[in-house]
């Protein structure tokens, strides 16, 4: 393992190439006996989340697009709506090329429907700075237009086999119960999966990681009891120490110090045997979204859909959102809409896709 603090020289077989903080975060060196389980848990958990179409890629394009729909739609969903979308736009050149309102149209039902012109504007950077190939380097991919640490580095590690380390909501669970056993801020999390990315098997250990997340160390009801991490888990470790065992005797309901309270392991009592999860508002993992029915997001995603069939007469819009007592609302929704370059206003204020 190597020291806190160190930095690793990993490169693709392209040439691309960058300086990866390897640290483990606060105290410990993570035991590479880790890294070594959950890929071996992988080869035998892998198969059904190999199905899934863009793990079949390599393609960088492909890659990209797949990430920027798995940013904030359901694996069943983009899983669904991802050959479609890689039919229509092939290349970067394809999606540079279409109009906005077309990439729009064709992400309309996939939710948050500015990630559709996120990605054409990327698509159009990589034609204007890169000649149509997506570049190999953090910083380039930083620089893309809607293209943040956690798409960038998927693409790094997924497409160029680069050593990054890719930090979603699954992953920074893992990170805070397993390993650190407390709440990571963003620089440490980011840090400590840097440390664990094993050489040459950065694309496996990448996918290993959020598959084990997702399908073991659940936000609720983790499989503790089955974990292979069990007998190393800092979280559930903490429950045997006496000074936290103390503490969570006297605290009796389970909650966190902000109300939170840890998910149940399975056949166990609420929180029995175990102090708060450490996984709650650590960084990368998300918080549970705000309800979506009756929600402004609601309506902006039904006037965007209606906008895909023709134009969107403004005496339309309490009808389309369903606002038809409150068409104030929806003409507010739909002015963001236009702010947000989702929307254009006609000469007579019919609403289109740009």
Do not use: K
């Not at 969903?77 to 479609?84: E, K, L, T, V």
């Not at 204007?128 to 798409?151: C, K």
């Not at 134009?311 to 929806?330: C, M, N, S, Y």
């Amino acid at each position: 393992m190597r020291p806190d603090g160190a930095l690793a020289r990993r490169a693709d077989p392209g040439g691309a190439s960058r300086d990866v903080a390897a640290g483990a975060a606060d105290t410990a060196l993570v035991d590479t006996a880790l890294v070594d389980t959950v890929l071996a848990w992988w080869q035998g958990a892998r198969a059904e989340r190999d199905a899934l179409p863009w793990r079949s890629t390599r393609d960088p394009w492909e890659i990209l697009l797949a990430e920027t729909m798995l940013a904030q739609t359901s694996v069943v969903r983009a899983a669904q709506r991802y050959p479609d979308l890689v039919a229509l736009f092939p290349t970067a050149r394809d999606c540079a090329r279409a109009a906005a309102g077309d990439v729009v149209r064709a992400w309309a039902g996939l939710g948050y429907n500015r990630r559709a012109l996120g990605l054409h504007a990327a698509a159009g950077a990589i034609v204007e700075r890169h000649d149509g190939a997506v570049p190999s380097t953090l910083d380039e991919l930083l620089a893309l237009p809607g293209v943040g640490p956690y798409t960038a580095r998927a693409v790094l590690a997924t497409a160029f086999g680069v050593g990054a380390a890719v930090v979603d909501t699954n992953v920074g669970r893992v990170l805070a119960r397993a390993v650190a056993g407390h709440p990571l801020r963003r620089a440490e999390a980011q840090r400590l999966a840097d440390g664990l990315v094993p050489a040459e098997r950065s694309r496996d250990w990448n996918l290993a990681l959020m598959d084990f997340g997702s399908l073991v160390c659940r936000s609720r009801r983790p499989a503790c009891p089955s974990c292979p991490l069990g007998s190393t888990c800092a979280w559930r470790n903490a429950a045997t120490r006496p000074d936290v065992a103390a503490r969570e005797s006297g605290r009796g309901d389970g909650a966190t110090s902000s109300g939170a309270r840890a998910p149940d392991p399975p056949g166990a009592g609420p929180n029995e045997g175990l102090p708060p999860d450490p996984a709650v508002g650590s960084a990368g993992v998300t918080a549970r979204q705000s309800r979506f029915s009756g929600s402004d997001r609601e309506g902006r995603g039904r006037i965007v859909r209606a906008a895909c069939d023709g134009p969107v007469l403004p005496a339309q819009l309490g009808q389309i959102t369903g606002w038809i007592a409150d068409e104030g609302r929806a003409r507010r929704v739909a002015a963001a809409l236009v702010a947000d370059g989702l929307l254009v206003e006609g000469p007579g204020g019919e609403l289109r896709l740009p």
